[in-house]
């Protein structure tokens, strides 16, 4: 690939190459690699930081000034510049928008909320305590491995023949594993309810091993056994 296809300086000031430059991965990225998400985070907390200092007033407010002060422009053109992925309409970047919009606030009134009763969920089924506690050391492993693992290009080993290099191949190896330590699908289910729920699991473990059961319950309940 030309290198002037990516790189802005390898375009030598043609503007034509300069406009159709693809120097930044797309914004949609920053959903599916952490490291993409880190790098946007500590951006968007040191300009922030920046306005709050500088120009006493938040970053969000000061984008969405009219009337902007020499010194204002200066710092809105240097942001634009260094936003680090590309903020272009392309169709997943506008599916990313649209969805953040749809849960503006919605996170945090839940969070604030806090009275989801997650009980409904449960069969009831009375489990087994020492496979409860083996699937907490587990979700222990599956935190300490997803943080090794930086897209597709980290490799880690565990006691298994297998070779854990990807966030795909991590939550197969935890759902296998986590069927072994308990067959039974209502009993691993509300155990992993239960450690969700109950005492602040990891998100992306409960949903990779629960998620599929947890839709199905709820589909139960609307529908009855189709």
Same mark, same amino acid.
């Given at each position: ?42 951006? @968007? ?16 407010? @000061? ?71 083996? %699937? ?19 490799? %880690? ?34 155990? @992993? ?34």
């Amino acid at each position: 690939m030309p290198k002037y296809w990516y790189n802005y300086k390898a375009c030598e000031g043609d503007k034509f190459l300069q406009s159709i430059c693809v120097d930044k991965k797309p914004y949609f990225m920053t959903y599916i690699y952490d490291d993409y998400r880190q790098k946007l985070l500590s951006f @968007l907390k040191e300009t922030e930081t920046t306005a709050l200092v500088e120009y006493k007033t938040e970053l969000k407010i @000061l984008l969405n000034k009219i009337n902007l002060n020499k010194k204002e422009k200066k710092f809105i053109e240097y942001y634009n510049s260094k936003y680090p992925f590309g903020t272009a309409g392309c169709a997943m970047n506008r599916i990313c928008n649209y969805i953040e919009l749809a849960f503006m606030n919605y996170v945090p009134r839940l969070k604030k909320g806090n009275d989801f009763d997650y009980t409904f969920l449960l069969s009831g089924i009375v489990y087994d305590e020492d496979k409860y506690n083996t %699937i907490a050391k587990l979700q222990e492993d599956y935190v300490s491995y997803n943080t090794k693992i930086k897209g597709y290009k980290y490799t %880690i080993t565990s006691d298994t023949e297998e070779v854990l290099d990807s966030k795909e191949q991590l939550n197969r190896y935890i759902r296998q594993e986590i069927k072994e330590i308990c067959p039974d699908e209502d009993e691993r289910t509300d155990i @992993l309810l239960d450690l969700h729920y109950r005492h602040g699991g990891n998100n992306q473990f409960f949903w990779s091993c629960a998620g599929k059961y947890i839709i199905e319950r709820l589909e139960k309940m609307v529908y009855g056994d189709l």
